[in-house]
C-alpha cells in the first residue's frame, strides 16, 4: 500500500502551461501519474502537453474529476492557487511552489483546514508512492516500491536517502517532501500517523533540519503511537545561529531549533537518530534489512 | 531582511507609536547639529545590525554639543564587537542622536511568528531592556503571550489583559493598549518577520516610548514593499553573500577550509555535516538551487573561491532530473573561466551520471571524482589537510 497518493490518483495541475509545470507534468506522466488535467487562467479549452487546460479548479474537477492538484503558480499568486483547490474540494494539494509570504500562508492555513484538504508544502518536492504515481518534482528512477516510508523537510537530502535506500535493495512504501518553510500543511506528526495506519510500511525514515520545533514535537508521540522501527538524521548540526540556512524556515533563532535538541528528543522516542547522512541506508538494513 | 534601529522607529513612528525625538547623523557635524536641537544633552548610538551595542561601547550619554560630537567622532568608523556580531565586529557608518529620559519603568514588547501554533504572537515582559532569549531561558513564565488569530485579529481585550498582567495602572493601560495593537498592526502591514521594542520605556511623565526598536521583515514577501527594500544597507552584509544574492544563490560565510557547492538546502547542511564528521570544517553554506545555470555555477565558484581560508572544494550535486553530464560540462567551464587553483572533489547524481564522470575526468583538471557522498566528503577533508 502508499499513503494519500496512488495509481488510481488524478492529478491536476495548476500552472501546467509554465516552463516548471510543463516539464515536470511530462516527467510525472513518463513515471506513470494520471495527469488529467491543467489549470491556467485565460487558457481554458487548450491542449497543453496533450492535457486538457481549464481557467479554474472547478471546471477541471467536474470534467476530468481530478481528486489531487501539483502546483507550480509563482509566489504570489500561490496562496490563492491553493485556495482555488481547497474549495473546489480537491482532497490532496502539493503545493511546490518556494517564497509564499509567510502572511499568506498564514491566513491560508485555517481556511484549508476548514475545507478538509490535506495540503503538502509549500516549497517541497511533493509526493510519490513508487511504482504507482509520482506527484511532484523528484527524480523517479531513483525510487523502488517497497515497505519503507520516507518523510522529509528537504529535497535533495530526500534523494540521497531514497537512493541510499534503492541501492540496498530496499523500496519505499512512499516518500512526502513535506517542505522547508516556516509554515507547511502537513507536518512530521501528520506523516507519520499517516504512516502508522499503512499496514504495508514497515519502517520510517525522518529527514529533519534545525529551526523549529516540528521534530520535537513529533518525537513526543512517536514514542506512544509508532509501532515501526525509526530512523533519522537532522541536517544542519553545523549550521551557525541566527542565520537563515537557504530555506526559509532553517534558523536556529534565540538558541532554540537546533540540530542537537532535535536528535536528543528523538533518541529519547527511540528513534535510531543517525549523526552521518552517508548512514541512513545502513541503518535502516540494520532494522529491516 | 534587517534594518537599523532609526529605520525601525521611523516605521513604528508613521503606525503612531512614540520613540524619543532624534535623528541619524553620518558625521560628527550631524550629530552635534541633531544634539543643538535636541537642547545638547542626548543619547549617541551606533547603528549596526547586532544586539548588545550598549555593552561593547556603543551606546552612550552627551552632556553637551561638543560631546555629542566627540562620541560620534569616537563611534563612527569604529569597528563594535559585541556577542551578536562575532569576533570580527561591524564597522559603524551612522550614529542615532535622541533626547534623554526620564525613566521609571522599562518593559519588553514585541510580535512574532509562532511556527507551532501557525500565527503570530504578541510577546510581553515585564522585564525589559534585558535580552529575551536570556530571559526565556531563566524564567519562561515571566513571558506573556497572546496569539494573533489570522481571523479575528488581535482583540483588546487580549491586549487588556497583558497590561494588566504587567502590572501596568491607569491611563497607562490605555496607553499600553493602543501602542500594543498599533505594534501589531506595523507587523502585519509591513510582513514583517520580528519586531521588538526592547525597553518600552515608562517614562515619570506616564508616556510609553519606544527606547530601542527592532524591525526584520520576511524576505519573500519584499516584494510587495519596495519602501522596504530600499531601507537594506548591503554594508551590514558579508559582501560575498550580497554577491551571492545578486545571483540568485544562498550563501553564508563559515569560518573552515572546505569549500562547499550543493544543490538544496538540505543536502547542503548534511554536507556540512558530514565534512565536520570527517574531521574537516566547512568554508561556508552555498546552495545552488534545484535548477543550477551554468552561470550560476561560474558565478558560485567565483564567490566560493574568493575566500582565501578555502583549501579545497567540495562538490555535491543530486542533480536528479538534471542532465549530469551537462551540468559537468557547465563545471568544467566555470573551472577554467575562474582559474580555480585548489583541489576540487565533485560527487554528482542524476540522469547520465556515467557520461558526467568522463566529462570531469578527461578535463585535465585538478578534479576528484568521488562515489557517493561519504567518499567525497573523506576525500575533500584530506586534501584541505595536506595543503
Not at chain 1, 511530462?26 to 481554458?44: D, F, K, L, S
Request: with cysteine; aromatic share 4%.
Amino acid at each position: 500500500m502508499s499513503i494519500l497518493v496512488d495509481e488510481k490518483s488524478r492529478v491536476m495541475v495548476q500552472g501546467l502551461t509554465g516552463r516548471e509545470g510543463s516539464f515536470h507534468a511530462r516527467q510525472c506522466r513518463e513515471y506513470g501519474t494520471r495527469i488529467v488535467a491543467g489549470v491556467t487562467p485565460g487558457r481554458g479549452g487548450q491542449t497543453h502537453e496533450e492535457v486538457p487546460v481549464f481557467n479554474t479548479v472547478r471546471q477541471a474537477v467536474d470534467s476530468e474529476g481530478a481528486d489531487v492538484s501539483l502546483i507550480f503558480v509563482p509566489p504570489a499568486g500561490a496562496a490563492d492557487a491553493i485556495l482555488e483547490a481547497s474549495d473546489a474540494g480537491i482532497g490532496v494539494v502539493v503545493c511546490v511552489t518556494e517564497g509564499i509570504p509567510v502572511a499568506d500562508m498564514i491566513r491560508v492555513m485555517p481556511a484549508v483546514a476548514r475545507g478538509g484538504t490535506r495540503l503538502i508544502g509549500p516549497n517541497c518536492p511533493g509526493i510519490i508512492s513508487p511504482g504507482k504515481c509520482k506527484i511532484g518534482i523528484m527524480p523517479g528512477y531513483i525510487h523502488k516500491q517497497g515497505p519503507v516510508g520516507v518523510v522529509s523537510r528537504s529535497g535533495t537530502l530526500t534523494y540521497e536517502a531514497v537512493a541510499q535506500l534503492t541501492r540496498r535493495g530496499i523500496g519505499q512504501s512512499t516518500c512526502i517532501g513535506i517542505g522547508g518553510d516556516p509554515l507547511i500543511g502537513t507536518n512530521f506528526l501528520d506523516a507519520l500517523r499517516l504512516f502508522r495506519d499503512d499496514p504495508d510500511t514497515r519502517a520510517v525514515v525522518m529527514i529533519g533540519e534545525i529551526g523549529g520545533s516540528a521534530e520535537e514535537d513529533a518525537a513526543r508521540t512517536i514514542a506512544r503511537e509508532m509501532k515501526v522501527p525509526m530512523v533519522a538524521f537532522i541536517a544542519g548540526q553545523t549550521a551557525p545561529p541566527g542565520k537563515r540556512m537557504g530555506h526559509a524556515g532553517a534558523i536556529i533563532s534565540g538558541g532554540k531549533g537546533t540540530a542537537g535538541e532535535k536528535m536528543a528528543a528523538l533518541k529519547e522516542a527511540g528513534v535510531h537518530v543517525v549523526e552521518s547522512p552517508a548512514a541512513i541506508g545502513d541503518q535502516v538494513q540494520k532494522l529491516i534489512g | 531582511m534587517k534594518i537599523h534601529e532609526y529605520q525601525a522607529k521611523q516605521i513604528l513612528r508613521s503606525f503612531g507609536i512614540a520613540v524619543p525625538r532624534g535623528d541619524v547623523a553620518f558625521s560628527p557635524k550631524e550629530a552635534g547639529a541633531v544634539a543643538r536641537r535636541l537642547g545638547g544633552r542626548c543619547i549617541v548610538k551606533a547603528q549596526i545590525h547586532a544586539g548588545g551595542r550598549g555593552k561593547g561601547g556603543g551606546v552612550k550619554i552627551a552632556a553637551d554639543v561638543t560631546e555629542a560630537e566627540d562620541l560620534a567622532r569616537q563611534m563612527i568608523g569604529m569597528t563594535l564587537i559585541t556577542h551578536q556580531t562575532g569576533p570580527q565586529g561591524r564597522k559603524v557608518r551612522r550614529v542615532l542622536i535622541e533626547e534623554t529620559l526620564d525613566i521609571a519603568r522599562e518593559i519588553y514588547v514585541g510580535v512574532t511568528l509562532d511556527r507551532a501554533r501557525g500565527m503570530p504572537v504578541v510577546m510581553a515582559c515585564g522585564q525589559g531592556g534585558m535580552e529575551i532569549e536570556e530571559v526565556a531561558r531563566r524564567d519562561p513564565k515571566a513571558i506573556l503571550i497572546e496569539p494573533i488569530d489570522p481571523l479575528v485579529g488581535l482583540r483588546p481585550y487580549q491586549v487588556r489583559r497583558l497590561a494588566f498582567a504587567l502590572g501596568l495602572e491607569g491611563d497607562e493601560v490605555k496607553s499600553a493598549t493602543k501602542l500594543i495593537l498599533a505594534l501589531a498592526k506595523a507587523y502585519e502591514e509591513t510582513d514583517a518577520s520580528l519586531v521588538e521594542i526592547n525597553p518600552l520605556v515608562v517614562t515619570r511623565q506616564g508616556d510609553l516610548v519606544a527606547l530601542d526598536a527592532k524591525m526584520s521583515f520576511d524576505d519573500s514577501a519584499l516584494f510587495r514593499h519596495p519602501n522596504i527594500r530600499e531601507l537594506r544597507d548591503p554594508d551590514e552584509e558579508d559582501p560575498l553573500e550580497v554577491e551571492a544574492s545578486a545571483n540568485a544563490l544562498n550563501y553564508i560565510k563559515l569560518d573552515g577550509n572546505v569549500g562547499c557547492m550543493v544543490n538544496g538546502a538540505g543536502l547542503a547542511m548534511a554536507t556540512m555535516d558530514l565534512i565536520k564528521l570527517q574531521g574537516g570544517s566547512p568554508a561556508n553554506f552555498l546552495d545552488v538551487g534545484g535548477g543550477a545555470t551554468a552561470e550560476q555555477v561560474t558565478a558560485a565558484f567565483k564567490i566560493l573561491t574568493a575566500d582565501p581560508n578555502v583549501k579545497a572544494v567540495l562538490i555535491n550535486i543530486f542533480g536528479g532530473i538534471l542532465r549530469v553530464d551537462v551540468l559537468a560540462r557547465g563545471v568544467v567551464d566555470a573551472v577554467r573561466q575562474v582559474d580555480v587553483k585548489v583541489p576540487i572533489v565533485a560527487r554528482l547524481e542524476g540522469t547520465n551520471v556515467e557520461e558526467g564522470k568522463r566529462v570531469l575526468s578527461d578535463a585535465g583538471l585538478n578534479f576528484q571524482v568521488a562515489d557517493g557522498m561519504l567518499d567525497a566528503a573523506k576525500r575533500v577533508v584530506a586534501l584541505a589537510r595536506e595543503s
